[in-house]
């Protein structure tokens, strides 16, 4: 396991996501939106992973209202991508219930290092492609019959989030 609990104000996460293509307003000092999160950074500080779970009334779309949703990977260490994101499904999976459509991310494949498909990394790790948006971005889903076992972040445990009966 690669991953370690952080949060949407963690400095190097910040950092890290400035330098990412989505990232809207450089000066803020949190890349994620409102919801439920969970944000994972790596031991060096050079990869960072967000995931947000918004409740499904206040998704503004008509696909995948209930899903868990990628809302920014950052890989500059030298661990594959596809390796750290399927760790990273799996520390979502330890924290959340799997929601029905699984977990859904969009690319850019304007803004991405041109590949024979755009979202490589993430189809290496189970993701397929499953349409666009309105503005043109890759659709990509894993389904959760696809994803990997739920496994708890370095330093982390279950009982920190669960409730006692």
């Known amino acids: 396991m690669n991953w370690y609990l952080s949060h949407q104000a963690d400095?190097?996460?910040?950092?890290?996501?400035?330098?990412?293509?989505?990232?809207?307003?450089?000066?803020?000092?949190?890349?994620?939106p409102p919801g439920r999160q969970l944000v994972l950074i790596n031991a060096?500080?050079?990869?960072?992973w967000g995931t947000s779970w918004p409740r499904e009334d206040c998704v503004d779309r008509s696909w995948f209202r209930d899903a868990w949703m990628c809302v920014?990977?950052?890989?500059?260490?030298?661990?594959?991508?596809?390796?750290?994101?399927?760790?990273?499904v799996a520390c979502t999976r330890w924290k959340y219930p799997t929601?029905?459509?699984?977990?859904?991310?969009?690319?850019?494949?304007?803004?991405?290092?041109?590949?024979?498909?755009?979202?490589r990394c993430y189809r290496k790790?189970?993701?397929i492609h499953v349409g666009f948006t309105k503005a043109g971005l890759y659709?990509?889903?894993?389904?959760?019959?696809?994803?990997?076992?739920?496994?708890?972040?370095?330093?982390s445990t279950?009982?920190?989030?669960?409730?006692?009966?």
């Open 72 to 88: 920014i990977f950052r890989n500059e260490s030298g661990i594959l991508s596809s390796q750290l994101i399927a760790e990273a």
């Open 11 to 32: 400095r190097r996460a910040v950092l890290l996501a400035n330098r990412h293509y989505s990232r809207k307003n450089v000066d803020s000092k949190q890349f994620m």
């Open 99 to 119: 929601p029905v459509a699984g977990m859904v991310t969009m690319i850019d494949a304007g803004k991405t290092r041109r590949k024979r498909d755009p979202g």
């Open 139 to 155: 659709i990509l889903q894993l389904k959760p019959e696809d994803m990997p076992e739920a496994a708890t972040p370095n330093g």
């Open 125 to 127: 790790a189970g993701f």
């Open 158 to 165: 279950l009982a920190l989030w669960e409730v006692s009966p």
């Open 44 to 48: 060096e500080g050079s990869a960072v």
